[in-house]
């Protein structure tokens, strides 16, 4: 039976060619056909926001660090914005961080390594279809690769791989926090591999300084307050909503899902390699400190970044997306280093078959989670009919003090009408029970003033779900239920003004 890491090898550079064309492909189609996710018109319409000259967290409620919107909306904006437009933005970043792990997979496993990397992960279709959306997905994965491709597989000046990976590792962060320790590993991994070079050591001293110094310093911008209950708050704010107890009973069936059906192939693999560093992990932790080596890098990375998710972060499998392309690469030395021990043990047959299986596991599990399930693959697309109703929404309401009251910020964004303050973020902002100082305060919505927007007919549209949802809360007695029969009309989902009642 042949070898399937010398198949790998020998035919790399077209396996290689033809995982391009996968990953690229399954990007273009999800494209159009990953489901629309709530978040992404919450993304895009903030993106818009902050071009517009509003600061984060001051006047308006952003729950992750403040790179994205600037980033989306700095390309976006001037290209007339758009969710397709915002989605190919993605497409872009998601394609470029892969295609800059293929370096770092050869200097981890090899040549067969790298196609290895790109099979797992190429294929593991559920991650793609998270990459795609516009969320912070596909802008942290980037920046993160790109500072383990500077630090590991870039071979030019050292000031540029010390420079240049922990200013990627910082903007990483500056996209979403929860990445902050990657910084911090990467300052420890430096300090240990250019100990005998001061002028290494003094660099990367001084890169991290400024790299942290980015990292916070939109808090400098804003009450400090609002930031640091916007960003760090909001993610542990799960500990006090489901209790400790539910919380983590939820994590572990996070961990089941994740690691039993969306990555098999790759949580079998490091498995398997776990047997080989158990048995020697004294001596294992004293050579990673004297001297890490890239596994061992990425190996803290990932380790660090599931805890960092685990504990703190909110409870979905798509919130481990962005160093999944890691993990693959570690399965990949794990693969390489079977195939290697099956040589010397003369057992290629035994592992020509656990290589049948997790072919089979890996081709299956990214079709089963990539296209059979409607969360991750959906036709028609879901993305068409957000654009017809901004269409109305744009032909029933004026430019000018167009409030909407919705929980569905992309219609909005995409008619450019302006979202009722305290709406931004969907239904997280919209408190019906708070006071009026507390809602201001807080950038909240609250019933009281959902009520004034239409008994006053400041709201020119207001969608049905809201509309319901206020009505179960806060309509004893019935002035909003009179207003919006008397002028309003309704049209695809929406109650609009009529133009006796402007």
């Given at each position: ?55 984060l967290y001051r006047d308006t409620p952003f729950h992750q660090f403040p790179l994205l919107p600037y980033f989306y909306g700095a390309v976006l904006e001037p290209l007339g914005g758009g969710l397709y437009l915002g989605r190919l933005l993605s497409v872009v970043l998601s394609v470029s961080a892969f295609l800059l792990l293929l370096p770092v997979a050869r200097v981890v496993a090899g040549e067969g390594g790298a196609v290895c990397y790109a099979l797992l992960f190429g294929l593991n279709f559920w991650a793609l279809s998270n990459m795609v959306r516009v969320k912070h997905y ?365």
């Amino acid at each position: 039976m042949s070898d399937p890491w010398e198949l790998l090898t020998q035919h790399a550079r077209s396996l290689l060619r033809l995982m391009v064309g996968v990953v690229v492909g399954a990007h273009l189609v999800y494209w159009f056909y990953a489901p629309y996710n709530g978040d992404e018109g919450m993304y895009l319409y903030v993106s818009r926001l902050a071009l517009e000259g509003k600061l984060l967290y001051r006047d308006t409620p952003f729950h992750q660090f403040p790179l994205l919107p600037y980033f989306y909306g700095a390309v976006l904006e001037p290209l007339g914005g758009g969710l397709y437009l915002g989605r190919l933005l993605s497409v872009v970043l998601s394609v470029s961080a892969f295609l800059l792990l293929l370096p770092v997979a050869r200097v981890v496993a090899g040549e067969g390594g790298a196609v290895c990397y790109a099979l797992l992960f190429g294929l593991n279709f559920w991650a793609l279809s998270n990459m795609v959306r516009v969320k912070h997905y596909a802008l942290t994965t980037l920046f993160l690769s790109l500072g383990v491709y500077v630090l590991l597989a870039y071979n030019g000046r050292k000031s540029v791989k010390i420079v240049g990976a922990l200013l990627a590792f910082g903007l990483a962060a500056s996209s979403r926090i929860s990445t902050l320790p990657v910084l911090v590993l990467a300052y420890v991994y430096l300090l240990r591999r250019e100990r005998e070079n001061r002028r290494a050591v003094w660099m990367t001293h001084a890169m991290v300084a400024c790299s942290l110094v980015l990292i916070f310093s939109y808090a400098f911008l804003v009450p400090f307050s609002s930031f640091f209950s916007w960003t760090v708050g909001v993610n542990l704010s799960s500990y006090k909503r489901r209790g400790p107890y539910r919380y983590f009973t939820r994590q572990l069936q996070v961990f089941r899902g994740l690691v039993i059906f969306r990555i098999p192939s790759m949580a079998i693999l490091l498995l398997l390699s776990l047997r080989r560093v158990l048995g020697q992990w004294q001596l294992g932790i004293r050579s990673a400190w004297a001297s890490p080596s890239p596994t061992i890098f990425l190996a803290a990375v990932s380790l660090t970044l599931f805890v960092v998710h685990f504990f703190v972060g909110q409870i979905a499998e798509d919130y481990h997306v962005n160093y999944l392309p890691l993990v693959a690469i570690l399965a990949a030395r794990a693969f390489h280093d079977l195939a290697r021990e099956a040589r010397q043990r003369h057992r290629v047959s035994g592992f020509s078959r656990l290589s049948l299986v997790l072919a089979l596991l890996t081709v299956v599990a990214g079709v089963r989670y990539g296209f059979l399930k409607k969360d991750a693959f959906q036709i028609p697309s879901t993305l068409s009919p957000f654009y017809a109703e901004a269409a109305v929404m744009a032909r029933r309401t004026s430019p000018q003090g167009a409030e909407v009251l919705t929980f569905d910020t992309i219609v909005p964004y995409l008619a450019h009408r302006e979202v009722t303050h305290g709406l931004e973020y969907s239904h997280w902002t919209y408190r019906p029970g708070v006071s009026d100082a507390e809602a201001r305060g807080r950038h909240l919505l609250n019933a009281a003033g959902a009520r004034s927007l239409i008994l006053s007919h400041r709201a020119q549209a207001v969608q049905e779900y809201f509309l319901g949802r206020l009505l179960r809360e806060s309509d004893p007695d019935g002035a909003v239920v009179a207003a919006v029969r008397e002028y309003y009309v309704k049209d695809r989902g929406y109650y609009y003004l009529a133009a006796s009642g402007r």
